[in-house]
């Protein structure tokens, strides 16, 4: 009762501290040269009381949470606590840590320092055992002291996402767990008023990872504060790649600051600090990531309406729906040609893994920029140049890589060309290029070793609430289901992947939905816009919220900058991940692949160890497949970039040797896009792949803020409002070419 009286007080002193010095507006740093001495010592020792307090508010022995030992996984999980000593919402900004059992002695239930409870569940602090040592799964070795971090971001849909449990996912592997929740769109306060604009999102995940990495430093948890990873699906595979791109910019302390977070404080004078105090000494406390694992990443949004619609208009063949939609595309797919090559960007061969030049070697750095020639290049409306030919080599090699993995499948059904499945004999003596044959050509019915409807394999336990996430078959429960959920997406229309684009799934036919619903227009509407009578209207609203975000928020920032990673990548005040990884689904339907290729391309010139994987087949936030994991990558990573690691690999493939029951192909027959050649390998056309993309991943529209409120118009809310236009591509495209889409719009 002692310490939860002393936790009492100490938040009472929070309460008049933090709210006078480290939130408020302080005193500039202008004014402090003609305050006295005597003033000068008082705001330093009231900075200090407001530092002390939110420490000791913060510090797990000082909360004495609740842990609960599970047998089963061997693993104690801690329940939520809230991160932030200042919380705008209290039930979403908490966290919660799995912990391997094989660190913990017990916890320490009366303050002595002994562990004296080693199962059930009890309130105290872990005794950790700092000598014993873990060998995952995958070969690779950890101690308590060492072991990597996992952060789960949510935010599914840029969505708020109530605080849960961290589920013990990866404990046999050696990793700790961290589960977090996060205002987003659609938060509202007591009274109704909208809450939760960007950055709210990402910078509760930023507070929940100070929170973790302080109270390791402070020995109540274990795990090494320099490899946190972050990783997260849809929405929350965006803010998984914003955590690591945006790692300690000074951009979002003033956010973290309001919120009471520990590590990073406002002092009289204007300045930062951001240590925290650790035995009596000042240690920098960081909010960076050392990697990054992000599945179906949506971002950058600033790029996003542009980047789909210049995809979309690489295939020349695709139908739009309506002649406003195919115009407004086109206007886009050019703008987004200017924004490229304004942007200047390069590629090191050799980083890339391409040679882009085809001069024989790959030692060289390539401008890359987009050309047009309608003439010379109409099968693909008149664009090329060595950034499509980048973006046409990662679809390549993601096929390759793809076909070199099919020797991992366990559980396929194989046929032969006259539709007969094949024998067990004929199966266990295919080679490489007889199941890349059959692939190309959909002879084949897929087992649950290659499935990539939804999910993230390893992942199933997500611990960020993925149920809301589209395609996401019911994931990110607490307790490891996955069951339920919608499948809305995610396939070929030769129904090689389940769901299928959202007009060929349960005959999905709603317009754009209001912002409160956040639905998505159906890819086989007609309706231009559903909320607009004109096109003048529609052109105002924008215009209207446009000038409103511009103006700057609380802080004077724009949010729509605030949340573009490629602000932030390599810029001054960041420190880089040493590694990331972006998976997409090669049919994914909510954005453009150029996203997650402008991402790698920024933080390869960053000097990040950057990959990029499009999965064949792989719709809205793909799994793992093929024996493929995250624990894998990470351990693979930590015997790359850490001294005196193990080397890890992935393991051969057993092969397999009987053939799957399935009595007839359903696979996709890729033929009229890729041509394979035992010798040659896999060989497209930039025409080929963005046709591939469009059967796959077709929307209502190319992008997501061209028409009223869609599914992707995420966090930039107002008072009384979840959402607002936020593109100012889209408002510049309308402006300009006014007299063309007036007559275009909702003609039916």
């Known amino acids: 009762m002692r310490k939860k009286r002393m936790l009492s007080a100490i938040f009472m002193t929070i309460v008049l501290l933090a709210g006078q010095t480290v939130c408020g507006s302080g005193v500039g740093a202008e004014e402090m040269g003609d305050l006295p001495v005597q003033e000068e010592k008082e705001a330093a020792a009231s900075d200090s009381d407001a530092k002390a307090a939110i420490e000791a508010a913060l510090d797990l022995s000082n909360i004495l949470p609740e842990w609960t030992y599970s047998e089963e996984n061997d693993a104690w999980t801690m329940a939520v606590v809230t991160a932030v000593t200042n919380a705008e919402l209290p039930d979403y900004q908490g966290v919660s840590v799995c912990v391997p059992g094989v660190y913990v002695q017990g916890v320490d239930t009366d303050g002595d320092g002994t562990a004296d409870a080693d199962s059930g569940t009890v309130s105290g602090n872990l005794i950790i055992d700092r000598e014993v040592s873990v060998t995952s799964r995958n070969g690779q070795v950890y101690t308590a002291e060492t072991a990597p971090v996992i952060v789960n971001t949510g935010a599914a849909g840029y969505s708020s996402q109530e605080s849960q449990t961290a589920a013990a996912t990866y404990a046999a592997d050696g990793f700790i767990n961290v589960a977090c929740g996060n205002r987003g769109k659609q938060s509202t306060l007591a009274d109704g008023t909208f809450t939760g604009d960007a950055p709210s999102c990402l910078v509760d995940q930023k507070n929940a990872v100070r929170f973790v990495k302080y109270n390791i430093l402070l020995g109540n948890l274990p795990g090494s504060v320099d490899y946190f990873v972050s990783t997260g699906g849809s929405g929350g595979g965006a803010h998984a790649v914003m955590l690591a791109a945006t790692s300690d910019n000074p951009d979002f302390y003033e956010y973290e600051i309001s919120q009471g977070a520990v590590g990073v404080y406002k002092n009289s004078d204007g300045s930062y600090t951001t240590t925290v105090n650790v035995d009596g000494s000042e240690v920098e406390l960081s909010d960076g990531m050392w990697g990054c694992m992000a599945y179906s990443a949506i971002t950058s949004l600033a790029e996003a309406d542009m980047a789909m619609a210049f995809e979309y208009t690489l295939d020349a063949s695709y139908g739009f729906n309506t002649e406003f939609q195919k115009q407004t595309a086109e206007y886009l797919a050019s703008a987004y040609m200017d924004y490229i090559n304004g942007r200047a960007l390069s590629a090191e061969e050799r980083a890339v893994g391409f040679d882009l030049n085809e001069d024989g070697d790959m030692e060289d750095i390539v401008d890359l920029t987009i050309e047009y020639d309608t003439e010379a290049y109409s099968e ?49 003596e295919m080679t490489d290029a007889d199941r890349a044959a059959a692939f190309i050509s959909g002879r084949y019915a897929k087992g649950s070793t290659g499935s990539a409807s939804g999910g993230m394999g390893d992942m199933g336990a997500f611990p960020g609430g993925m149920g809301e996430m589209d395609g996401f078959p019911g994931g990110g429960r607490p307790d490891g289901n996955r069951t339920g959920g919608p499948q809305e997406k995610g396939g070929f229309p030769g129904g090689d992947n389940a769901g299928g684009p959202p007009d060929m799934a349960g005959g999905m036919t709603e317009e754009v939905g209001t912002p409160d619903a956040g639905t998505t227009q159906a890819a086989g509407s007609g309706t231009d816009s559903a909320n607009y009578t004109s096109f003048e209207e529609m052109t105002e609203a924008y215009r209207t919220d446009i000038e409103e975000i511009e103006a700057g928020d609380a802080y004077g920032n724009n949010l729509v900058e605030l949340y573009d990673p490629i602000n932030y990548i390599g810029a001054e005040g960041t420190n880089d991940p040493v590694w990331t990884r972006v998976l997409m689904g090669a049919s994914e339907g909510d954005i453009s692949m150029f996203n997650s290729l402008n991402l790698q391309i920024a933080w390869l010139n960053a000097g990040t160890d950057a990959e990029i994987e499009w999965q064949w087949n792989g719709g809205h936030v793909p799994s793992e497949i093929f024996g493929d994991s995250l624990a894998l990558y990470v351990d693979m ?32 027959d890729l033929s009229d896009w890729v041509s394979y050649d035992a010798e040659a390998g896999v060989t497209m056309t930039l025409a080929g792949a963005a046709a591939y993309r469009t059967a796959g991943a077709s929307k209502a529209i190319p992008g997501f803020d061209v028409m009223d409120y869609g599914q992707e118009d995420y966090v930039f809310g107002s008072a009384s409002a979840d959402a607002r236009h936020w593109d100012r591509q889209v408002l510049s495209v309308f402006e300009e070419h006014a007299d063309v889409l007036t007559d275009l719009f909702n003609a039916g």
Do not use: C, H, I
């Open 637 to 668: 990573m930590y015997g790359r970039y850490v001294d005196d690691a193990v080397s890890v690999g992935k393991e051969a493939p057993a092969g397999q040797t009987a053939n799957g029951t399935a009595t007839e192909a359903t696979g996709t």
């Open 380 to 428: 693909t409306n008149g664009y090329y140049g060595t950034y499509v030919d980048l973006y046409l080599a990662e679809f390549a090699q993601s096929l390759e890589d793809y076909l070199d993995r099919l020797a991992y499948a366990e559980d396929w059904t194989w046929f032969d060309e006259d539709g007969l499945a094949l024998s067990d004999d004929a199966v266990a």
